[in-house]
């Protein structure tokens, strides 16, 4: 069959408001992972991520009918369920019996819903895409049944019939590496300015799930189970990505990469060899002294971590799981070793005040975080925080094209759009604005490269 997989279109501006003109992109690698099972199974496989190669609607819908595939699957986040929509509704008009395909969060979080509100999905892939997919396209190869493919969502003489759950994959190993070659070029793909030193950088995983229980966290599709690939496997597909790419640093996109101790320091020790920079998210509660240090040795020069509020009570209203201290440590022992740390905020939790948000940006500035990303609470559909914001607020919109997480969609009680956008500009500016700030990062400076990464971020904190 000839498979073609699409990132649907979606503007920097969509994605990252103001912050659009340093907004990075990163391979899409769940579409990447299911065209390696694809190519695998022995299909046709084009991929065409049209947000890395800002490509409009008509300039897809050109492309799709010179390759004139059989298949079409797409990926949708909420906020980039409509842009899915106008594809899938082109791609019928373009011809009816292309099949098409949606997985993806959003789907997966709101599946009937979402097959109620487009009627040109013909399969929605519910939770983990890869046997499914697999087993999807076998079923329609050979005229199979499709009610017995589980994590399917479809149509069946228009009524919405959902096939049994898929279960979790058990064994990450038995996923082929992602198919990066279908990317156009890789070296497109970049993060944000501030979070890579070298290039060519790219992204992996290394695990999948997350047990903790943080609220606004949306699980529906790794679940909260953690499933670890063996540190051999990893291994293979750093040298891989060296091998190939030349890639000299990685983004390593896990949940808590350092979840698991032994694995984190076993995995260490295999990474010194071989002379790479990357980055990692954590949590505050799993990082000690000794795994720091390995980090370091590693090749780790940054570490993000999710402190979402300076005050204890909302720390434990979002189900958050860490104490002020705690993230008071974290920080302080990763600067220590030499390496930058990021923390990310959240501004108008349920119920959050003036004096909660201005405890959050005190604490913000008063811990030696080298970087801060603050963004306004969005309650996503189907997570914890979506049915306990109804209690502690009013929703102002609930419009999918507005969960980008820089608009107040959300209004605690007591709390205006006016206010929470102040508090937000306002966070930036006190945790940017800092002479002590300035110095401590002029001694990251190496060269001209550094030098333009730091006037991009420069430019965007002062359009504020």
Request: aromatic share 10%; net charge positive.
């Amino acid at each position: 069959m000839k498979i073609l997989i699409i990132n649907p279109p979606i503007t920097g501006e969509e994605r990252y408001g103001k912050f659009s003109g340093v907004g990075g992109y990163s391979p899409p690698l769940g579409l990447c992972y299911i065209g390696a099972v694809l190519e695998k199974a022995g299909h046709e496989v084009k991929l065409i991520d049209a947000i890395a190669d800002e490509l409009t609607l008509e300039q897809l819908k050109s492309h799709i009918i010179s390759i004139s595939p059989d298949m079409i699957c797409a990926t949708a986040m909420t906020l980039s369920a409509y842009k899915a929509f106008a594809l899938f509704d082109a791609v019928k008009k373009i011809d009816k019996s292309i099949i098409t395909v949606l997985g993806g969060p959003h789907i997966s979080a709101l599946p009937e819903e979402t097959m109620e509100r487009c009627k040109h999905i013909d399969y929605g892939v519910v939770g983990e895409g890869e046997e499914t997919i697999f087993e999807l396209v076998d079923a329609l190869e050979k005229k199979k049944e499709i009610k017995y493919v589980k994590g399917l969502i479809y149509l069946e003489s228009g009524k919405i019939t959902k096939t049994a759950a898929r279960p979790l994959i058990k064994d990450l190993d038995s996923i082929p590496f992602p198919a990066r070659h279908l990317l156009r070029k890789l070296e497109r793909y970049h993060p944000t300015p501030q979070t890579y030193r070298k290039l060519p950088v790219t992204t992996m995983i290394t695990s999948r799930g997350c047990p903790y229980t943080c609220n606004f966290c949306d699980k529906s599709i790794f679940g909260v189970t953690p499933r670890l690939r063996s540190v051999d496997s990893v291994i293979s597909e750093v040298e891989h990505l060296i091998a190939k790419y030349k890639i000299k640093e990685i983004t390593f996109e896990d949940d808590t990469f350092s979840a698991n101790k032994k694995r984190t320091l076993e995995l260490c020790k295999r990474l010194e060899h071989y002379g790479i920079t990357f980055t990692i998210a954590s949590r505050v509660n799993v990082l000690d002294k000794e795994v720091i240090h390995a980090l370091k040795k590693a090749g780790c020069w940054q570490i993000a971590m999710g402190v979402e509020s300076g005050n204890q009570r909302i720390l434990d209203l979002i189900g958050k799981g860490i104490t002020i201290n705690q993230i008071k440590n974290a920080v302080t022992e990763t600067e220590k070793a030499g390496i930058q740390s990021k923390g990310f905020f959240m501004i108008g939790h349920p119920g959050e005040t003036e004096q909660t948000i201005n405890e959050t940006i005190n604490l913000a500035t008063s811990i030696p975080l080298s970087q801060a990303l603050f963004t306004l609470v969005t309650p996503y559909p189907s997570t914890p925080l979506f049915e306990q914001a109804k209690k502690y607020g009013t929703f102002r919109t609930t419009d999918w094209a507005d969960y980008g997480c820089w608009d107040a969609i959300f209004l605690p009680k007591g709390l205006s759009v006016k206010t929470l956008k102040k508090y937000h500009t306002l966070a930036y500016k006190k945790f940017y604005f800092r002479p002590s700030l300035a110095m401590r990062h002029l001694k990251y400076i190496k060269g001209l490269h550094d030098i333009k990464r730091y006037y991009l971020g420069a430019k965007a904190v002062l359009s504020l």
